[in-house]
């Protein structure tokens, strides 16, 4: 199957560039987490200063994410994956410089991501003019592994080595890893889109004239938003957990989440891998609404769990219980993430579906802005444990909702 596009040489090197890329940012993400919480500990606010690092990623995709992808398809995109990674690499060497200025050190990771946002849909819009067609949906395929387990190596290794080489290492490594990328797409061919050039006040028009019509179409289709709504809390719960884990950590093992990551976040990982694996695999003919609906119901009940889990510290294998819940909750989400994602495509026309899915990656976005917020807020006035908990219910509620919601409907569901 992938025979063909590992004999295609500006295929491996544009691969190679995402994985490192990949890599870097996950690897940064979440050695900043851990940065951030440690800078703020002494404060009544760290678990809001970690809401605020991950908004300070997130906030440029619902800004720049829709038009960065239209103003690259008038560029050249060999070009773009250039020049994004110089200038993500130059900013996170800016970490080395900055010392413990929380607000600098939110400017830089807002400008990383604002960089980051021209970078996908260049990568994206490359693939067809690097592969055959017969070959896309190889190349896609290790696109989309590549895009987990680069999520999965980046947040496990993170860990280990602040522990090892202490935080500057970071940002020493990112920086080369980024420069490695940009080196590879540097020798790509000329990936420059055959549209005719326009001005960015005519890309701007179409691009939220674009907006305003998919937004129409999504909000008046229930069809479409109710595997909407799900993609946003598979994508708020990621954005929970990432606030909470260092809190988390403090609280289950009284250690460091650089200390404890292989318990906590490389299970849950590890678990949305498997999660997807298994609904291609395993799930194929079963209705997408019905994994959904267990895949809620099983999300909120690992939250809930995780909530109350200290009670049992002084068993002897209380590790491999956090273990298994971690895992079971990154599994759910897995299965939700993917199965709603099917649905989408199913219920959408051919002709809307590109609109709906880049109007789909800003709404995601601003969901998880709320939640983020929330969850730090809750974990500082009251208690960690009690956000988790008061999570795991309000998805169950949903849950409940859902479930007839579904059944009301005649949604394609396999």
């Known amino acids: 199957m992938y025979s063909e596009v590992f004999k295609n040489k500006n295929f491996l090197k544009i691969w190679v560039a995402q994985l490192t890329s990949q890599l870097a940012v996950n690897f940064l993400n979440f050695a900043l987490i851990i940065r951030v919480y440690d800078l703020s500990a002494q404060t009544r606010y760290a678990n809001v200063a970690v809401s605020l690092l991950i908004l300070a990623f997130g906030i440029p995709s619902v800004i720049f994410a829709v038009l960065a992808g239209s103003y690259v398809d008038h560029w050249d995109r060999k070009k773009v994956l250039v020049i ?23 400017l830089l990771v807002f400008a990383i991501s604002v960089f980051s946002q021209f970078f996908t849909p260049a990568e994206g819009a490359a693939l067809p003019k690097i592969v055959s067609k017969k070959s896309f949906l190889s190349a896609n395929s290790l696109f989309l592994f590549t895009m987990y387990a680069s999520f999965v190596l980046g947040y496990s290794l993170a860990g280990p080595i602040v522990l090892a080489f202490g935080p500057s290492s970071v940002y020493y490594v990112t920086a080369v890893a980024f420069i490695i990328a940009s080196a590879l797409c540097a020798t790509l061919p000329s990936l420059r889109a055959e549209k005719s050039v326009k001005k960015i006040s005519e890309i701007n028009k179409e691009v939220f004239s674009t907006i305003r019509n998919s937004l129409n179409q999504i909000y008046t289709n229930p069809r479409l938003i109710l595997p909407i709504i799900n993609l946003n809390i598979g994508q708020a719960m990621l954005g929970l957990l990432a606030v909470l884990a260092p809190a988390i950590a403090m609280i289950l093992f009284g250690q460091s989440l650089a200390s404890v990551s292989t318990m906590l976040i490389l299970p849950a990982a590890i678990g949305m891998l498997f999660g997807a694996i298994t609904v291609g695999q395993l799930f194929k003919h079963i209705s997408k609404t019905k994994v959904i609906d267990a895949g809620i119901m099983l999300a909120s009940t690992m939250l809930i769990l995780l909530s109350i889990v200290p009670v049992l510290h002084k068993l002897s294998f209380f590790g491999l219980i956090v273990t298994a819940v ?21 219920n959408s026309t051919d002709e809307a579906r590109g609109k709906i899915f880049g109007t789909l990656n800003m709404a995601m976005n601003i969901a998880a802005i709320v939640p983020v917020l929330l969850a730090g807020i809750t974990a500082d006035l009251i208690n960690p444990l009690y956000a988790l908990t008061g999570a795991g219910v309000l998805i169950s509620i949903y849950g409940v909702f859902q479930h007839k919601a579904f059944s009301r409907l005649q949604l394609k569901s396999t």
């Open 84 to 106: 994004t990674n110089i200038a993500r690499a130059v900013l996170v060497l800016g970490f080395l410089i900055i010392g413990t200025n929380l607000f600098l050190v939110y």
């Open 326 to 346: 971690a895992f079971v909750l990154g599994f759910a989400n897995g299965l939700v993430g993917v199965s709603a994602q099917t649905l989408l495509q199913l």
